[in-house]
């Protein structure tokens, strides 16, 4: 769009807009899991940054629990594989989080092959109805349930699984993902879904009524466009650093992070942030940037790089971050208890690092897991997270003449049988293309799976 530039933020701005984010330090509670795996003595700083909801004067925690990754009992993620929620280690994470000043819950009928909500019902139950802030989603992806009937059923379900009689927070999940603005209007227009959430935000069984997008950016901005009579209340977006600038540079249907945060604080709309590491790739970063954050900060994990820079935009209300381990929980709670905002020169750092990173070619990939299941039983994620894994490692290589290459070759072809069992590889693709077009990111996945295929043959036919 033509007018995307003249919202940008400049460097300048960025922080001329950064409000004084501070609270006073006091000792908050160590979380103990009683488990080999318990870190022990990860207590936070201080307490923790909160931001308030001018709409309804909620004072929301800077970090929210995005509740997509429960742990499995595998100790996984239970979005992987048929392994089923770890409960206990759910109510042990919510409650370490609540001990910590976290109050915002996000989930959805459409996590953990649905059986989010009902593990996040559980765990919330333990505590007080008025200590936090639930999230979910009107998940109506599945043209099954676009009807009326199907989706006020789904939306009464969530009620339901998560013991509530009502919700803080509902999105519209997943809008401008699919078929764009053909797709949204079947799931909330045609059926009057909007119109009776709008009603049921009137009742007061919704108290924040907003929606989360993915996708064609004309849906975007015709919800934006209606504000004045919808008056969202929030709105989800995916915000990184690598994606500030440069999200439509890996995919042109993309739509920069710049732009969606500006088009909300120019109505002043809370910006709810969901893959603030896109899906790790911030955290597994390749190792000349493991180095320069390293360097520039010893002390500080990578993750809490991507962290302070979606924390430190003053139109954010949370940040979601799917921990699946307490250690996850506990570097998050170390970066927001409390907040250290960027300093001008961190952000230009972070640009700067966002436009080295853009020299790999890494597929986009976020392990969301949409394009899951493969009719033909391929593990789509694993596949394409191995071969960015590889990359980030410098064991991608061009020819058997490289120094490398022997090393590389070795990494690529037994971590590749090691991740991925080999019925579940890329050359079991037949190219239906069931996947792609739920794939937030737009990747072109028939033709990624493809091309690692055809490399993982060049690899096994090359003695080197």
């Known amino acids: 769009m033509n007018n995307h530039d003249k919202t940008r933020l400049s460097r300048r701005n960025f922080l001329k807009t950064m409000g004084a984010i501070g609270v006073a330090a006091t000792g908050l509670p160590a979380c103990s899991n009683g488990r080999e795996t318990d870190t022990g003595n990860a207590a936070p700083a201080g307490e923790m940054t909160y931001r308030t909801n001018p709409s309804t004067g909620d004072r929301v925690s800077l970090l929210g629990f995005g509740m997509m990754r429960l742990p499995s009992v595998g100790g996984r993620s239970a979005r992987e594989g048929n392994e089923e929620i770890d409960q206990e280690m759910v109510n042990e994470l919510v409650d370490c989080a609540i001990a910590n000043g976290v109050n915002y819950f996000d989930t959805s009928p459409a996590y953990c092959r649905g059986k989010s909500e009902h593990a996040t019902g559980i ?4 505590h007080p109805r008025d200590s936090y802030f639930i999230a979910t989603k009107l998940s109506n992806f599945a043209p099954s349930t676009w009807s009326r009937e199907a989706s006020i059923a789904m939306y009464h379900n969530s009620m339901k699984e998560l013991q509530v009689d009502y919700l803080d927070y509902l999105l519209l999940h997943g809008v401008g993902m699919g078929g764009g603005m053909e ?3 079947n799931r909330y227009m045609k059926n009057g879904i909007l119109d009776f959430l709008l009603e049921e935000r009137k009742e007061g069984r919704i ?6 997008y993915h996708g064609d950016v004309r849906v975007f901005d015709y919800l934006l466009s209606r504000h004045d009579e919808y008056k969202w209340d929030f709105v989800q977006i995916q915000l990184n650093y690598l994606d500030w600038k440069y999200a439509k540079q890996i995919n042109p249907m993309n ?3 710049e732009y969606l945060y500006n088009e909300l604080v120019k109505r002043n ?5 969901m893959e603030p590491l ?7 970063v390749p190792s000349t940037i493991f180095a320069r954050l390293k ?3 010893p002390e500080l994990s990578v993750a809490s790089w991507a962290f302070r820079f979606a924390g430190s935009l003053p139109g954010v209300h949370t940040v979601l971050s799917g921990m699946t381990r307490m250690e996850h929980l506990q570097d998050n709670l170390r970066t927001y208890s409390p907040l250290k905002p960027l300093t001008e020169d961190d952000f230009t750092f972070l640009q700067e690092t966002a436009t080295l990173m853009m020299s790999f070619d890494t597929i986009p990939c976020n392990d969301c897991k949409y394009c899951m299941p493969c009719p033909y039983g391929l593990d789509i994620p694993a596949i394409l997270l191995h071969y960015n894994k590889c990359l980030n490692e410098g064991n991608i290589t061009g020819n058997a003449n490289d120094e490398n290459y022997r090393k590389a070759r070795r990494a690529f072809l037994v971590g590749y049988d090691r991740n991925v069992p080999k019925l579940r590889q890329a050359n079991h693709c037949i190219g239906c293309n069931q996947c792609s077009p739920h794939c937030p990111q737009r990747i072109d996945i028939p033709a990624e799976l493809h091309r690692i295929d055809a490399y993982a043959e060049r690899l096994k036919q090359e003695i080197g």
């Open 183 to 185: 797709e949204f209007e």
């Open 123 to 126: 765990a919330l139950s333990h």
């Open 269 to 273: 709309i809370p910006a709810i942030v």
């Open 255 to 257: 739509t920069d992070a």
């Open 278 to 284: 896109l899906g790790g790739r911030l955290s597994n």
């Open 207 to 212: 108290r924040n009524l907003g929606f989360s």
């Open 295 to 297: 360097q520039r900060e």
